[in-house]
């Protein structure tokens, strides 16, 4: 079973949309981290936010924020008004603690095409 | 100034070939890791080194081998490669996972590998 599932393969707006990307996620760790990264077209991995299990704050940082929660397993990530600069694959990912390392694992990411 | 680089950029080579790909940094990171990215763009990890010890193996092939000659240094060699072989190749580094806190990593540029 994936670890780390971003149901959305594909996600296609228009500019200045909302879009919200899902990240749903399997653990049996109490103590674990969850990131998100941007691949644009460009190929280049980026590093977008971290979170560990203990801190289910949503976090806001301009036109992204992030939704953690715990009880549904889940760490979404909205943007609101969207622009095609945010076109990309985006990769949510899943860094559990089983024997004295941590091991990160990717969702198969979603790719979004922001329309002009 | 590249935190995270990778040569070469483009590998084109035939079947049964023996390639190395060069990863460093410079970011005075703990862990190095490499990740191959096939065409459907998943992303999986095949090794990890901290402090010039591996500590994560996942199921690639002995064909594959890291060797770090240092902190900041990670190459992969490759032997005898094989159709199934290409893919994108990225570098990646963190710091140390030593302790309950895992890190958000860095990507080097990538490097295409296709075998013929």
């Known amino acids: 079973a994936q670890k780390v599932t971003q149901a959305q393969t594909e996600i296609s707006v228009v500019e200045k949309e909302d879009v919200t990307l899902d990240c749903v996620y399997e653990t049996r760790d109490t103590t674990y981290y969850l990131f998100w990264y941007k691949q644009p077209p460009s190929g280049e991995l980026v590093f977008l936010i971290r979170r560990n299990s203990f801190d289910e704050q949503n976090e806001i940082s301009g036109r992204y924020s992030w939704n953690f929660q715990k009880s549904t397993s889940s760490f979404n990530f909205t943007i609101t008004a969207s622009q095609v600069v945010d076109s990309a694959v985006y990769f949510c990912?899943?860094?559990?603690?089983?024997?004295?390392?941590?091991?990160?694992?990717f969702g198969r990411g979603t790719s979004l095409i922001v329309h002009p | 100034d590249t935190a995270v680089s990778q040569t070469p950029k483009y590998l084109v080579t035939q079947m049964g070939n023996d390639k190395s790909i060069k990863c460093e940094q410079n970011?005075?990171?703990?862990?190095m890791y490499w990740y191959k990215q096939d065409s459907k763009k998943f992303l999986k990890i095949m090794f990890s080194y901290n402090n010039k010890e591996l500590i994560i193996n996942e199921t690639v092939p002995n064909r594959f081998s890291p060797k770090s000659p240092d902190k900041a240094h990670l190459n992969l060699h490759i032997n005898s490669l094989e159709l199934g072989d290409s893919a994108v190749y990225f570098c990646?580094?963190?710091?140390?996972?030593?302790?309950?806190?895992?890190?958000?990593?860095?990507f080097g540029p990538g490097t295409r590998l296709t075998v013929t």
């Open positions: 990912a899943l860094s559990e603690f089983p024997g004295g390392s941590y091991i990160p694992t």
């Open positions: 970011l005075g990171h703990d862990t």
């Open positions: 990646a580094s963190s710091q140390g996972t030593g302790g309950r806190i895992s890190y958000e990593q860095y």
